[in-house]
């Protein structure tokens, strides 16, 4: 296989890392993104990592509860998922680091740009946790900043569905499914594949976003092969 990319950001939710379990973290599905993520860099693709964190937590529990308090601990949440995408990656023998936009020196690196460059040269599939460090951001907005920050060639967006629809194809049976779609259209459409930050921020520094459903066999592989898969917004 031959890959279309060089340098990417794989997104990845934290529902899709549940996987059958309505929470928590499924071993099967860490080994399904680590085995994919090995085999990207065996072909040569620097690999970076936004993890979200909605298998531990989404959002606020009542209306009552702080906003910035519950987006702190959502940030949290990320950070256990980085580390257990981490551990299945390295056991597979893949150099990795984790970088958290909240500083928890005793488990992670603190982000900086440079160093976590300098690391995806070097071959380390780097993981980016804890959001962009600041409440109100998403971790799709995390994904859209890291990505270009890092100089990536894509995003990969790896969903529990496979591509975007219309309307929530597990709630509407004839959703429309789009094949590809502009950046504009996305945020026209308020097709919430991204929240409209990260999707302007993708449009303004014109960041190709590959959205398929991660449980796919091989789809990680095939959208950095440039397959027809999912759906491409650029």
């Not at 256990?80 to 299945?88: E, F, M, T, V």
């Not at 070097?122 to 980016?128: A, E, L, R, S």
């Not at 429309?176 to 919430?192: A, D, G, I, S």
Request: proline fraction near 3%; hydrophobic fraction near 40%.
């Amino acid at each position: 296989m031959e890959a279309k990319y060089k340098r990417v950001l794989l997104k990845v939710s934290g529902e899709a890392l549940a996987g059958e379990k309505e929470s928590g973290l499924s071993d099967e599905m860490l080994m399904h993104v680590a085995n994919d993520v090995k085999t990207l860099v065996d072909l040569g693709v620097q690999v970076a990592l936004v993890v979200g964190g909605g298998n531990f937590w989404r959002g606020r529990t009542s209306q009552k509860m702080d906003r910035a308090q519950a987006d702190y601990m959502g940030m949290l949440a990320t950070c256990i998922n980085a580390l257990g995408l981490q551990d299945a990656i390295e056991r597979l023998g893949v150099p990795t680091r984790v970088h958290t936009a909240i500083e928890m020196k005793q488990i992670a690196e603190p982000y900086v740009r440079r160093r976590a460059l300098a690391q995806l040269r070097d071959g380390n599939v780097v993981i980016f946790a804890a959001g962009v460090g600041s409440p109100f951001f998403s971790t799709d907005t995390c994904a859209a900043l890291r990505a270009t920050e890092m100089n990536c060639d894509v995003i990969l967006l790896g969903k529990t569905i496979d591509a975007v629809y219309d309307s929530d194809p597990m709630i509407n049976p004839n959703a429309k499914k789009y094949k590809r779609l502009t950046h504009t259209e996305v945020l026209e459409k308020n097709l919430q594949v991204m929240d409209s930050t990260a999707a302007s921020l993708c449009r303004d520094n014109h960041m190709t976003i590959h959205c398929f459903g991660l449980s796919e066999p091989n789809a990680i592989l095939r959208a950095v092969a440039g397959e027809d898969i999912g759906t491409i917004i650029e």
